[in-house]
């Protein structure tokens, strides 16, 4: 349960949160989630996929975890996936008398950004300019593919800040940075405390849950929720039409497909002993049906997360055409790393068929390229069928070599 203490600042009413239930009732949850696809879970009453073409202006009409209001005088209220009101005030405007958790001037000079997802979504603005004000990661430069990020880095213009584990991180680095805005995940169960640090040290955070959406439109649409914090808001609208619908039409390139020419694909990765997959009813499972895949898992067996065993995984994906396994290139390399994780993967058909597939070091990076990473998905099914080749070169995918 949420804990307020209320205080009064500058003519606004500043609230002082603490976390002390919100992430206990997720602390089953693993930072491989993130490694889902088209993360999030299915939830009833999905809104529908028809196009950004209302004349909703630049409301948000997808994203479920995440609002933003227009105020007067160029000023914007955005609630934060953990229901924090974050008032987003112009440089020289008068910050209005309401009630709000922080206030932010815009557009932010100094960012620390907690994940390479949230970087990908202000990549997405298209304005290398927004890249000045990228004041740390925690992410080292040889692990970036984002050039400006990688040469501010490496020149000191970005500082460091090593997050091994929610628990590692170097608050004093953090406070001596003196960011105007954290923007952080939720992700493992240790981030409240690390929230509740942010807190007394009276530092400025927003928290971002884009992952945990229940499409792939929702997840994108947080692009809004960075560019508010730049006053990019008209650019983000943009990107935001112009993704979607290049992506509507690329889902009807796999219309044609009859039903029983569809590949079955699986997808999963191994960690500790136990796969985690996606469920029959989750983002993934939905965005394979799309590009005209059969997913391993049937509709009814869960929108989130499922934890089996390597056998059970083997009983339900050996006869998949094609093996997704949700990992990078840098931690399973090649086929004797993916036999390390088990040895049952040497009987799977799209194993023996040299249809395994790993993530590109840079499918978290660009986030937002939600198309692109469809267009590739479209690619590897469509390889799989008689008759039909892939249709251009993988940007996000890469086959496991030998």
């Given at each position: 349960m ?27 949850l ?7 696809f ?8 999905e ?26 005088d ?93 628990g ?47 499409s ?14 730049y ?23 796999a ?53 089996i ?14 093996l ?79």
């Open positions: 949420m804990v307020a203490e209320t205080t009064k600042h500058g003519g606004i009413i500043m609230k002082k949160k603490g976390n002390t239930g919100f992430f206990a009732e997720r602390a089953g693993l930072l491989l989630l993130v490694c889902a088209w993360s999030g879970c299915a939830k009833k009453g809104r529908e996929e028809a196009g950004a073409t209302d004349s909703d202006g630049l409301a948000v009409r997808y994203a479920r975890h995440f609002s933003l209001d227009y105020l007067p160029g000023v914007k209220l955005v609630t934060d996936y953990d229901g924090r009101r974050c008032l987003l005030v112009p440089e020289g405007a008068k910050v209005p008398p309401m009630e709000a958790d922080l206030i932010v001037r815009t557009p932010v000079r100094r960012g620390f950004f907690m994940s390479t997802t949230h970087v990908g979504l202000l990549e997405a603005l298209g304005d290398e300019g927004l890249y000045d004000s990228v004041a740390a990661v925690t992410i080292p430069a040889e692990e970036w593919v984002i050039g400006p990020v990688t040469d501010g880095l490496r020149s000191g213009r970005i500082q460091y800040i090593a997050q091994n584990n929610w590692s991180l170097d608050i004093e680095a953090v406070i001596r940075l003196r960011p105007d805005i954290i923007f952080a995940g939720t992700v493992n169960p240790g981030a409240g405390d690390i929230f509740a640090r942010f807190d007394e040290a009276g530092l400025n955070y927003a928290v971002l849950g884009e992952w945990l959406e229940d792939n439109y929702a997840s994108l649409e947080w692009i809004k929720f960075i560019a508010a914090f006053n990019r808001d008209d650019k983000a609208d943009a990107v935001f039409r112009r993704q979607t619908a290049r992506l509507d039409g690329l889902v009807k390139l219309a044609d497909i009859p039903e029983d020419e569809m590949p079955l694909v699986a997808c999963g990765s191994v960690y500790g002993g136990v796969v985690y997959a996606q469920g029959g009813d989750s983002v993934t499972a939905r965005e394979y049906r799309k590009a005209g895949g059969r997913y391993f898992l049937e509709e009814g067996t869960g929108g989130g997360t499922l934890r065993t390597p056998e059970e995984f083997f009983d339900k994906a050996r006869d998949a055409d094609i997704i396994y949700n990992s990078m290139i840098r931690y399973t390399p090649d086929k004797a790393a993916l036999l390390a994780e088990s040895p049952l993967f040497s009987l799977f058909k799209a194993f023996k068929s040299d249809r395994v597939y790993v993530l590109s070091p840079g499918y978290y990076m660009n986030s937002a390229k939600i198309d692109v990473k469809f267009e590739d998905t479209l690619s590897v099914f469509r390889s799989a069928l008689p008759g039909r080749d892939a249709h251009g070169k993988l940007t996000f995918y890469e086959k496991l070599p030998d």
